[in-house]
């Protein structure tokens, strides 16, 4: 077996002052070895253009730091909508999302993989999704950006909370070449997967592997919980501090699924907080 190559560890970075005076100190404050960042409102559906020379200012320092780079959708996105308009405000996000990715140097750009919202839209939404994103996987090059579908913690009418569900999802979409998986273990466990318990986070990467592929596995959200195992609620909290505990992601480094795959948090606070939880996860890599 090869050397293990260690995953950079970094953190989901506020940028609203900026991408460079706001995003490349925290990333710097908090030890990221790695960084995520919404690139609009995430709770809206206005599209920022951005400024380019911000943007190339951006990626050279994220270059210069090696530092993976990755973009979140909002999470207003829901290609799956029963509702028209919602599902052409998704796509058109998505496209935009990577537009910018681009321009900024982003690995992939994180889309959640959405709800039916009405059981009876259920066979339908998966079709949509499938009308609406193969053409944008389509459209994209070597140079762009992957689409990293990330599972939700299963609340409404969920099309991928399970690891299990992602397989179907993966198939209508053809497992494109352009697809990769974004894991949320506080959405895993919400979702029913008890990574609490030992052998738990080796299982359910041992699951994704068998129904995604190898080499799927493109970015982890590591983030504990404050809810009980299959609560289908998505409250983050630091890691330690939750349901899930530290020793599972110790665990989570050990797997093979996970080499060199960059983990990201999405905890609670910011600075000293957010510090805590990559010096704590670095020290479980690297024990």
Not at 37 to 56: H, I, K, M
Request: proline letters at 8%.
């Amino acid at each position: 077996m090869p050397p293990r190559k260690p995953s950079p560890i970094g953190a989901h970075v506020f940028v609203g002052a900026g991408l460079v005076s706001s995003g490349l100190p925290y990333a710097r404050d908090v030890g990221a070895q790695a960084v995520q960042v919404f690139l609009s409102n995430p709770r809206g559906w206005a599209a920022s253009p951005g400024d380019p020379a911000q943007d190339e200012a951006f990626r050279a320092g994220c270059a210069e730091a090696r530092m993976p780079v990755f973009v979140h959708a909002p999470y207003l996105v829901n290609l799956g909508s029963p509702t028209a308009t919602t599902a052409e405000r998704s796509v058109e996000a998505v496209r935009h999302a990577l537009a910018r990715g681009r321009r900024i140097g982003a690995r992939g750009v994180v889309v959640h993989t959405g709800s039916a919202v009405d059981a009876a839209h259920r066979e339908a939404a998966m079709q949509q999704v499938r009308s609406l994103l193969l053409p944008v996987l389509d459209s994209l090059s070597d140079d762009d950006p992957m689409v990293l579908l990330e599972h939700t913690a299963g609340g409404g009418q969920p099309l991928a909370s399970a690891v299990g569900d992602l397989g179907p999802y993966l198939e209508t979409l053809e497992r494109h070449p352009r697809l990769g998986i974004c894991l949320d273990t506080c959405h895993a466990y919400a979702a029913g997967h008890d990574l609490a318990k030992p052998g738990g986070m080796r299982a359910l990467l041992t699951a994704l592997v068998a129904v995604a592929g190898r080499g799927r596995l493109k970015l982890v959200h590591a983030n504990d919980t404050k809810d009980a195992l299959g609560s289908c609620r998505d409250r983050h909290t630091n890691i330690g501090a939750g349901r899930i505990g530290s020793e599972p992601f110790a665990e989570l480094f050990r797997h093979p699924a996970t080499r060199g795959v960059p983990v990201i948090v999405e905890t609670p606070g910011k600075g000293p907080e957010q510090a805590a939880d990559i010096a704590l996860l670095k020290s479980l890599r690297d024990r």
